[in-house]
């Protein structure tokens, strides 16, 4: 139970702060992925749990990208199981994840994962999702 907590404090907070932190330490171009290693950067570099780090990865790279790192680093999880539960984490909670946007990650035509933030009528939220 208390795994299970941990777990989802730590989804949460990637949710909240993962993107805006990426953006700020690495940048991003259009039609870019960020790395497995950029990722867990910013985690450990922004105090941000490096427990759960593959929920981290799978929402911000392609599946191959996720099961490249997931064989390096053992992990067990696949990367279709967690994206779902994340999607349902956002469903439940979208108020509290922001209450006035709909956060969704994608996988784009080009096989990289993407972050669209929205708020009211369609206009960016303005903290670099979109």
Not at 33 to 54: C, K, P
Not at 81 to 92: C, D, G, N, P, W
């Amino acid at each position: 139970m208390l795994t299970r907590f941990l777990r989802r404090r730590a989804i949460r907070s990637y949710l909240r702060q993962l993107l805006y932190l990426l953006r700020s330490d690495h940048g991003i171009e259009t039609g870019e992925s960020y790395t497995a290693g950029q990722i867990v950067d910013t985690l450990t570099r922004h105090g941000l749990s490096v427990r759960f780090e593959y929920y981290a990865i799978a929402m911000f790279v392609s599946e191959e990208a996720y099961e490249a790192a997931r064989q390096q680093r053992g992990w067990a999880g696949d990367y279709n199981s967690l994206r779902k539960e994340i999607a349902s984490m956002i469903a439940a909670n979208r108020a509290q994840v922001h209450p006035t946007a709909a956060f969704s990650t994608y996988t784009g035509s080009n096989g990289t994962s993407a972050h669209e933030c929205q708020g009211h009528h369609g206009h960016d939220c303005g903290h670099g999702g979109g």
